[in-house]
């Protein structure tokens, strides 16, 4: 048995909008809340308590994230300092959170909050800058300030 990307975006979509009605801005504190949660859930299988670097940390992530079929291709990759550019293709909940967006909504963010937990076990803190953008062609690009804690 599968689930199917569509119904996986709608269930998250609903329950996003629920809480958002629900909470307003507060929904940051769950979407935050829920990476750090998910990934004290597979750092153990990730190997990543033994890991020092958290680029490195970055790239097991990132390849669970496409191992599950959350996404078709992804890319972390520094373009400063401390500026980072998080590439992801095809993200299963792209319908769902773009429209939420649009609404004026929280949106779920759930590989997102799962990048900036990782940072946060290895001593920094990550804010998006600007809102994500998306492209024509599936991939949705956003830009991260890293600030270290």
């Known amino acids: 048995m599968s689930v199917k990307p569509e119904f996986f975006d709608l269930e998250l979509y609903s329950v996003y909008k629920a809480v958002n009605e629900v909470l307003g801005?507060?929904?940051?504190?769950i979407v935050w809340r829920a990476g750090e949660i998910l990934l004290d859930l597979i750092s153990k299988d990730l190997g990543l308590d033994d890991v020092d670097d958290p680029f490195e940390a970055?790239?097991?992530?990132a390849a669970w994230l496409k191992e599950m079929g959350y996404i078709s291709d992804i890319e972390v990759r520094k373009t400063g300092v401390d500026t980072v550019e998080y590439v992801m293709s095809d993200p299963i909940i792209t319908p769902g959170a773009k429209k939420l967006i649009e609404e004026g909504m929280v949106p779920p963010h759930v590989s997102t909050s799962l990048m900036f937990a990782t940072l946060k076990r290895y001593g920094y803190k990550a804010e998006m800058v600007g809102d994500p953008v998306f492209?024509?062609?599936?991939?949705?690009?956003e830009k991260w300030r890293l600030i270290k804690i």
């Not at 801005?25 to 504190?29: G, P, S």
């Not at 970055?58 to 992530?61: G, P, Q, S, T």
């Open 25 to 29: 801005e507060k929904t940051w504190d």
């Open 58 to 61: 970055l790239k097991r992530v």
């Open 135 to 141: 492209l024509d062609d599936g991939r949705v690009i």
